[in-house]
């Protein structure tokens, strides 16, 4: 099956972008503040999981020039991790700038730009990829071949333990670890009290990454899914009413 990995760098670390660009966390761009979405556990504004333009062969939003923003509360204090909503937004609807971030708002994902996007073969069948979704409908839980716990965009998904999702709507899955360029300049790089390597964001604090062994590779902690887990979405390109689903699923 066809895959597409992100090239990911720290945002705040590469020049700002004037317009939209395929984005893990942060703030999104072009969305109308008035419909950055709440959760309908805690009330609070939603952090921003990812958002993804249209594209024919990589993210099929059932329309030219739409957008896809997809939230999930991590608000720990309430024990909110799995509220999340989808919004497909027209380009005529785009504002053209970032959106202001909602008072309400707990604290937002670090921001991670998609500088690139690479095509790739999983290695896994389409008979295989159709028999991993029949495999969760019979007994609920599905492990690919794939080692590798990769953010991706279509592909197959490395493993799912739960009842949901089809094989005809799969998207994308996110690590709760993202691969990123190091791309950060070298004093912003600390250690904390347990020798853990943090990054000092200017921004947004401490955020804690790990230097791969591979140069000039880190990987930032991004997101709450348990232990180890990964995000799975799903999207019904319809073009009147495109709907998405969300899950996520730990080890
Ligand atoms: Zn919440």
Known sequence: MKSFVPTLVMSECWPES??????????????PEALW???SSCGRAMPLLAQFAHHPKRIDLGREGRRVYLFLCQNERDHCYEDHAFV???????TG???????SASALLPS????????????ISPEDYVRFFQRLEEGGK???????????????????????????TFAGQIDCFLKVIDNIPPELW????L?????????????????????GIAYLDFVNFGDSGMGYFFIRPDRERPEGSFFWDCC
Do not use: H, N
Not at 196 to 215: A, C, D, N, V, W
């Open 112 to 123: 991670v730009t998609v500088v690139g996007w690479r095509e790739k073969e999983d290695g």
């Open 97 to 103: 700038r970032w959106t202001e971030r909602p008072t």
């Open 37 to 39: 979405p709440s959760c």
């Open 142 to 168: 599905a492990w690919s071949s794939l080692s590798e716990m990769e953010t991706k965009l279509k592909g197959t998904p490395t493993f799912i333990q739960q009842p949901g999702g089809d094989a005809a």
């Open 190 to 193: 600390q250690k904390d009290q």
């Open 18 to 31: 004037f317009s939209f660009v395929d984005q893990y966390g942060g703030r999104p761009w072009g969305l």
């Open 195 to 215: 020798g853990r390597s943090i990054y000092q964001s200017p921004t947004e604090g401490p955020l804690f990454m790990s230097r791969s062994k591979e140069e």
């Open 88 to 94: 497909f937004l027209e380009a005529e609807q785009c």
